[in-house]
C-alpha cells in the first residue's frame, strides 16, 4: 500500500520567516495531495491540496509544489505568524482498488512560530 | 464549522466494554471516512463507506465495526476495549468516492479507556 514520509517531524522557525515541509509517497498511482493543519486538541482543517495535473498551487502565504517524477510534495509557508503554530499533516490519495479515495497521511510536522 | 458532526465529543469507558461513535456527513456528502489518532500512530485510517456500503478497509481491528445507514449517518463500534484503544476517532466526509475527494473532518470523539 501507499506509504508517506514527511519532514522533518518538527521545525521551528521566526516570525516572519518562511517554513518548508516536505513529503514523498510511495505509490505513483496517487493523484491528489492535501495538507491538513491541526490544532492542539481540535479537528484537521484542510488548508490547500494539489492534484497530479499542477505542479504548483498558491492560497495567500501558503504554497504547495508537487514533482510527480521524484515522487515528492511540499508545503510552503511564508510570512509565518505565531497562529501559523499547529501540526501539519500531508497525505496522499491511492486510486484504484478498494482503497479509492482513502488518504494515508505522514507522521506530521510540528511547526512552531516564534514570535 | 466543516459540517461534520461528531458524537459524542468525550467517551470515558472501562476495559471490556463496548462503545458506539456516531458521524454526520457534511450534506451531499456520500463518503464517510473514519481516522484513529493515537499520540505515536498519527492518523491512521479505518475504513471508509460509499452511500451505505464498505468501500475501503485500513488496519481496523476485527473488535472494531462501522456502519452507514440510509440516511448517510455513520456508526463506528469499538467492543471489548482495551487500554490501548484511547485515542481520538474521527470521522471525515466527502461528496464522492473518487480519488480526488476533498475530506472534511468532524471535530473528533476522545475516547479514553480506563
Known amino acids: 500500500g501507499e506509504n508517506v514520509e514527511q519532514h522533518p517531524s518538527t521545525l521551528s522557525v521566526q516570525e516572519g520567516d518562511s517554513a518548508v515541509i516536505k513529503c514523498t509517497y510511495s505509490d505513483s498511482a496517487s493523484n491528489y495531495f492535501p495538507w491538513y493543519k491541526q490544532e492542539l486538541g481540535k479537528r484537521p482543517q484542510l488548508i490547500i491540496d494539489?492534484?497530479?495535473?499542477?505542479g504548483e498551487k498558491k492560497d495567500q502565504r501558503i504554497a504547495v509544489t508537487l514533482n510527480k517524477t521524484a515522487k515528492h510534495f511540499s508545503l510552503h509557508i511564508t510570512e509565518t505568524q505565531p497562529e501559523d503554530s499547529a501540526v501539519y499533516f500531508c497525505a496522499a490519495s491511492t486510486a484504484g482498488g478498494t482503497s479509492y479515495g482513502k488518504l494515508t497521511f505522514g507522521q506530521g510536522t510540528i511547526l512552531t512560530v516564534h514570535p | 464549522d466543516s459540517g461534520v458532526t461528531q458524537t459524542p465529543k468525550h467517551l470515558i469507558t472501562a476495559t471490556g466494554q463496548r462503545v458506539t461513535l456516531r458521524c454526520s456527513p457534511r450534506s451531499g456528502d456520500l463518503s464517510v471516512y473514519w481516522y484513529q489518532q493515537s499520540l505515536d500512530q498519527g492518523l491512521q485510517f479505518l475504513i471508509q463507506?460509499?452511500?451505505?456500503?464498505?468501500?475501503a478497509k485500513g488496519n481496523i481491528l476485527e473488535r472494531f465495526s462501522a456502519q452507514q445507514f440510509p440516511d448517510l449517518h455513520s456508526e463506528l463500534n469499538l467492543s471489548s476495549l482495551e487500554l490501548g484503544d484511547s485515542a481520538l476517532y474521527f470521522c471525515?466526509?466527502?461528496?464522492?468516492?473518487?480519488?480526488?475527494?476533498?475530506?472534511?473532518f468532524g471535530q473528533g470523539t476522545r475516547l479514553t479507556v480506563v
Open positions: 471525515a466526509s466527502g461528496p464522492l468516492g473518487g480519488p480526488n475527494t476533498e475530506a472534511f
Open positions: 494539489i492534484r497530479s495535473n499542477v
Open positions: 463507506y460509499y452511500n451505505g456500503e464498505e468501500r
